[in-house]
């Protein structure tokens, strides 16, 4: 039933009538920011026919993708607010909120619609005032996220782990995360009937493909939605658009050194977000306090253990020595005798020494992350079970310590100190004062000597509530902290603030100094990856660069927006500034829930990546002298159905009804989709790309694809039927990449639809 070898000559024999449609496309006009039109005149698709991966070629029914051939179906068009870049611009955010059309906000106040299915476009006015496309070599878009909201919901900006909770509906842009949430206003408004959505998330087949990929549901299927009011988009476009030249065909703009296109591409290097000159790429060795067993890695020279002990702010009182002895763990060492206050670093060279990092309840640390407030702990682990802070910092202005972090967007507790000594703890905002907490601190002594304030406090080890933070010296020996100072009194925006990491030490024991691997940062901003190993995926096993700072040489990591995606010495264009919209032409239709089974049934959103949560990867250059038909890249990924859809209650699995990947034009072959368990193939995607011929498809960029999804129903309307899906049921994604040339951020997701069974 997975149809291929007739996709290519069907798009062409649709170019007349794609050609055809866009006369009508237009006949509207683009409504101002505001306006409340209702269509009129004959409805048609936006951009043309579809085609999909897997019609049904027995059922005797051609599978139609004209959305006015449905009954009672109609539309309405949304447009994001402007979006203005130049040349090798990255436009990546959450834009302002835009008010759905009055007529449709008022007609299902307090009643549920039906998206059937959306179309989206990259649009600017021409000198008519008409929507004019922008072609995808102008403006690329690298995918989209967006919701359509109802009343009784809203999306929120929350921190990453809340958002990882959720992440299946949620959009982040490597700063700042977003997930929509419930909200219960006094609107007037009842609640919304069991079982119906108040907000729905919209991002399939997005990224270059979006506009002539389809994105709609069979019959009696559909995205339902509760009061919808609002739509909301992040949006992450590159700018390619070479303002020498007009959109008949692609010529490239300048590319940086990094970019990984070959001269006379089809497609800019800038799209793949390449690493350039403008970038500031950090990669160091990090160490850390050990206080029991052995280290994982282990410092291998004197020279290293020396220079490691001082990035964890060890003062030694005397010189650091290499020693030859079978008392002390092998390795480098920290030791702390009280006797006589003393601090001393060692390497150990004897092999064979058997004793344990740590020993001892007792563990003593300092750090300072800017020069005016500084962070003693000390943490006794006996029957005890007592932590003593102190804190020193200027009189007369607040100063505080968050505790495990390295930036407020982390969220930590925090103890603050005000300018006349009140000590508060709190649970800090993204940017926000936060809340304040409980107090489970009790100050033991509050000094002031020339103007320079010290406050001992003392509490548990164990926080008081999950907002407090726990101290674990065995755990977590080594704690990054942030502090800040303030220039008034009260508690208010920081004057000040800085980051470090502190590590406590045994007292009478020997603390281990571990090596504790690679880490790196990009513009400042912290590297991370979570690139699972077999069986999930294999970028760990083929050492994709994509999972490692050491080798990352493009991606989203440096693909932040703003940020200008060419080299230093290269800035073309500057004050030539492209402005256009993103549209969206949503089609909809009445849901009643009156009737035996109701009208439609909603499409859960079903969701997983073949690169297994690294979230893009690189398409590696075959060796030299690989022959062209060798030159293949693939990836594979293994998983299970609950793994992409939370079972609900009282089901047994779900059913497919719609599968769309998303794949980057310039390398992609194809993406298949199997039942593992059985062997069968459910999907296969076969991208087509454009011959250039903008002049009677104005989608058909040479180079650029479309990524024909895959869609379940009945046979009376030309497709295959639903695929049942158990909840323990095993998947496999395979992913094929051409790897002529090196391709940076490439992504091979499955963003499908689903229904519980």
């Known amino acids: 039933g997975v149809c291929s070898s007739n996709i290519t000559a069907t798009m062409k024999a649709l170019q007349l009538a794609v050609a055809l449609a866009c006369l009508v496309c237009v006949a509207h006009g683009r409504p101002q920011h505001g306006e409340s039109v209702p269509p009129t005149g004959p409805l048609a698709n936006m951009n043309g026919l579809y085609v999909i991966s897997n019609p049904n070629e027995l059922s005797g029914v051609e599978w139609n993708s004209d959305y006015s051939k449905r009954p009672n179906v109609s539309y309405f068009d949304v447009y994001t607010p402007p979006i203005r870049t130049r040349y090798g611009e990255v436009y990546w955010t959450m834009m302002d909120p835009v008010a759905l059309p009055d007529y449709i906000v008022q007609r299902y106040k307090g009643k549920t619609i039906a998206i059937v299915g959306y179309e989206a476009d990259q649009v600017r006015k021409d000198a008519n005032g008409e929507d004019e ?3 995808i070599f102008w403006q690329y878009n690298h995918h989209y996220c967006a919701w359509m909201s109802g009343a009784k919901s809203t999306v929120k900006e929350v921190d990453e782990a ?34 119906i959505p108040t907000s729905q998330f919209i991002s399939e087949a997005n990224g270059g493909e979006y506009r002539k990929s389809f994105h709609g549901y069979p019959p009696r299927y559909a995205q339902l939605l509760y009061s919808p009011d609002t739509f909301r988009i992040t949006p992450m476009q590159i700018d390619t658009h070479n303002r020498d030249h007009d959109k008949s065909r692609y010529v490239a703009g300048p590319q940086p050194k990094n970019g990984g296109a070959p001269p006379n591409a089809s497609y800019s290097g800038v799209l793949e977000c390449p690493c350039t000159d403008r970038i500031d790429k950090v990669v160091q060795i990090t160490y850390a306090a050990q206080e029991k067993g052995e280290c994982v890695t282990p410092v291998l020279n004197a020279t290293e253990c020396f220079a490691a002990a001082k990035t ?5 009182t005397s010189a650091p020595a290499v020693v030859d002895e079978p008392t002390l763990p092998a390795g480098c060492t920290v030791v702390k005798s009280q006797a006589d206050n003393s601090t001393r670093i060692y390497f150990n060279t004897n092999s064979k020494a058997a004793t344990a990092c740590g020993g001892g309840n007792l563990f003593s640390g300092r750090g300072s992350a800017i020069s005016n407030v500084s962070l003693e702990l000390q943490l006794d682990a006996s029957t005890k079970d007592l932590a003593t802070i102190t804190m020193i910092g200027p009189d007369g202005v607040w100063f505080g310590v968050g505790f495990d972090a390295q930036a ?15 000590v508060t703890e709190r649970k800090l905002g993204n940017h926000d004062p936060g809340k304040q907490l409980a107090a489970s601190i009790t100050v033991a002594t509050n000094t002031v000597v020339d103007g320079v304030r010290t406050v001992v406090m003392t509490r548990p080890l164990a926080g008081k509530t999950a907002e407090h933070f726990s101290f674990n010296p065995l755990a977590q020996p080594t704690l990054p902290f942030i502090s800040a100072v303030g220039n008034t009194s009260a508690f208010a925006y920081h004057h000040f603030k800085g980051s470090s990491m502190l590590s406590v030490t045994a007292l009478n024991g020997a603390t281990c100094v571990c090596n ?11 590297f991370s990856k979570n690139c699972l190993p077999e069986p999930y995926g294999d970028l760990v096993q083929q050492k994709n660069p994509t999972c490692w700072v050491q080798t990352y040489q493009g991606g989203l990591r440096c693909c932040h927006h703003g940020w200008i995606l060419l080299d230093k010495d290269q800035n073309p264009w500057q004050d030539q500034i492209d402005e256009y919209y993103l549209k969206f032409r949503f089609w909809y239709e009445d849901y009643d829930a009156t ?7 909603n499409l859960e959103r079903v969701y997983w990546q073949t690169e297994a949560h690294a979230g893009e990867y690189d398409v590696v250059k075959a060796p030299p002298g690989t022959p062209p038909q060798e030159a293949i890249q693939v990836i594979t990924a293994h998983w299970q159905v609950k793994d992409m859809l939370r079972p609900a209650p009282n089901t047994t ?6 599968a769309g990947g998303h794949c980057h034009a310039p390398s992609c072959l ?14 296969r995607h076969l991208p087509v790309y454009g011959d250039g011929k903008v002049a009677t498809d104005r989608f058909d960029e040479s180079g650029y694809l479309l990524l024909p999804p895959c869609l379940w129903g009945e046979a009376a309307d030309g497709l295959e039927p639903p695929v049942f899906m158990p909840w323990n049921g095993n998947v496999t994604s395979v992913k094929r990449n051409n790897n002529t040339y090196t391709h940076y951020g490439e992504m091979a997701s499955w963003q499908m639809r689903g229904v519980y069974v």
């Open 516 to 526: 504790a691997g690679v880490k790196g940062s990009i513009n400042g901003l912290g």
């Open 670 to 683: 194809s993406m298949e989709l199997y039942n593992a368990d059985t062997g069968r193939l459910l999907c």
């Open 408 to 422: 407020m967007e982390n969220l930590p507790y925090a103890v603050i100190v005000d300018g006349a000594g009140a």
């Open 312 to 316: 964890l702010k060890v003062t030694p």
């Open 133 to 135: 496309s922008m072609p």
């Open 653 to 658: 699995g779900m059913q497919l009804i719609y």
């Open 595 to 601: 009737s035996s089974p109701p009208s439609h049934t």
């Open 162 to 195: 809340t958002f990882r909770e959720t992440e299946e509906f949620g959009a982040f842009n490597n700063e700042k995360f977003w997930i929509p949430v419930e909200v219960d206003g006094d609107d007037g408004i009842e609640a919304a009937p069991p079982g």
